[in-house]
């Protein structure tokens, strides 16, 4: 490079009068503004529009962040007021900075995805793979973090050298989600919004700390099975559809008989198709007497084979979050619970509920708590004093007693909240247990 073009260079760092950054792009995070040779002008204009930051780092140390607004970068300003004591030096500039701007916009749609199945075990399935997909969004929200703990040096950084470790992370987190919640995979399509949202709770306050980001929303499109088990899933779906099974098993029949009849070797097509018309009426006729009838033993076919039992009804279960931790329990273990703790917390959660509820709001579970005893009724105490001076605390019974043992004799008694001690039998209480009427005469 000749004299006059590093001259022109020099110049043209020197009397720069705008720093702005006018982004076109849609995935660009953090740009580093193009100043020759670090230098900037004293007296200079620094832009800073919606959706952006700028970041000053001198001599290798991050000095200030700007958010939107026009600056002017003078040693009068205090935040930079060292920052520019390069300009004295003309050209031979030993004081180095450079300026970043950081997209602070929301990027949405960024896709995410599991590059290997997820293991989960079902209830219903037994042990399952499920591949998972969908959608991110997130912003930074601290520009100086993130230049630290990320970018570091990079003069441009795009939203394609940060996604692969946020979609792992997510991913990861996803797995957890699912496995702690125990949700079945049938449910799961109803499940999607919540677990997104619980997934960006979760990971929101991580992602500030490690990487200046705020995740704004996590969206699960779909969690799929493999496909053997999606064939699986529709034959049964065909059989519950099915319902008579002696007509599914003649469909079968009637729909295989046009193989049967254009089959190399067939020598008789029409004999062909009436014996697999005859075979499948034979087959439906034995299932449907199968499933009426119960195993019986001939001497001459032995024992004839009898449909099982069917399979006990299925407890529901519920997730528990309360006295003793969280688990996965009947409404008879829930209501064992409660009985033992009844002022603890007790609150419930099923598959296909808007969000959980006390025990108290399941009827299933109310009706099988143990009803509580009502509380002993209170037995009043008086303070007693008899014919012959003595004194006693007392119950109301007991106070009855003694005057029926003495009726003539002088019988007071007094508690709480009485302002004198008074003639036991003008207290209703024991009045009643004196079986009512005026009292007798005092002794003359």
């Known amino acids: 490079m000749g004299l006059w073009s590093t001259l022109t260079q020099h110049a043209k760092a020197q009397f720069l009068d705008v720093i702005q950054w006018l982004d076109d792009s849609n995935n660009t995070l953090v740009y580093r503004f193009p100043v020759f040779n670090q230098a900037i002008q004293d007296g200079g204009k620094l832009v800073v529009r919606e959706g952006q930051a700028a970041v000053f780092v001198a001599e290798g140390r991050l000095s200030d962040v700007f958010g939107p ?29 450079d300026i970043y701007f950081i997209s602070t916009r929301q990027f949405t749609n960024q896709k995410w995805g599991t590059s290997n199945p997820m293991m989960l075990r079902d209830a219903d399935l037994g042990v399952v793979r499920v591949r998972a997909f969908g959608a991110f969004a997130y912003r930074i929200t601290d520009p100086a973090a993130f230049i630290r703990e990320v970018v570091g040096t990079a003069g441009l950084y795009t939203t394609e050298e940060i996604n692969g470790h946020v979609k792992r992370k997510l991913v990861s987190a996803l797995a957890d989600t699912i496995g702690e919640a125990k949700i079945p995979v049938f449910d799961l399509v109803s499940q999607y919004m919540d677990l997104g949202d619980a997934l960006r709770q979760r990971l ?32 049964r779906s065909k059989m519950a559809l099915a319902g008579d099974m002696n007509a599914y098993t ?20 029409m004999m062909d198709a009436g014996m697999g018309l005859a075979m499948g009426q034979m087959m439906g006729n034995q299932f449907a007497r199968a499933q009426q009838a119960p195993a019986t033993f001939a001497p001459n076919t032995g024992l004839s084979a009898a449909p099982p039992p069917p399979p006990p009804p299925m407890e529901t279960r519920y997730h528990y979050n309360g006295v003793g931790g969280q688990a996965e329990l009947t409404a008879r273990e829930i209501a064992a619970r409660v009985a033992q703790a009844r002022d603890g917390a007790h609150n419930v959660w099923a598959a296909g509920w808007a969000g959980w509820k006390k025990w108290s709001e399941v009827q299933e579970i109310v009706a099988l708590v143990p009803a509580v005893p009502p ?70």
């Open 250 to 269: 003649q469909f079968q029949m009637a729909n295989a008989l046009p193989d049967a009849m254009t089959r190399p070797g067939a020598s008789n097509p």
């Open 375 to 444: 509380p002993l009724p209170t037995v009043s105490v008086f303070h007693y004093t008899g014919p012959d001076g003595a004194t006693a605390t007392l119950s109301g019974t007991d106070v009855a007693a003694r005057v029926r043992s003495a009726p003539g004799g002088r019988h007071l008694v007094w508690k709480e909240g009485f302002a004198s001690w008074t003639d036991a039998r003008e207290v209703g209480e024991i009045a009643a247990l004196l079986g009512g009427g005026p009292p007798p005469p005092p002794p003359i």
């Open 69 to 97: 607004g026009t600056y002017e970068l003078s040693t009068r300003t205090t935040a930079i007021s060292g920052f520019f004591e390069s300009i004295k030096y003309g050209l031979n500039m030993p004081y180095k900075g």
């Open 204 to 235: 929101t306050g991580w992602f500030q700390e490690n990487y200046g980001l705020t995740l704004t929303d996590f969206v699960v499109e779909n969690i799929s099975v493999p496909p053997e088990v999606e064939k699986m899933i529709d034959t």
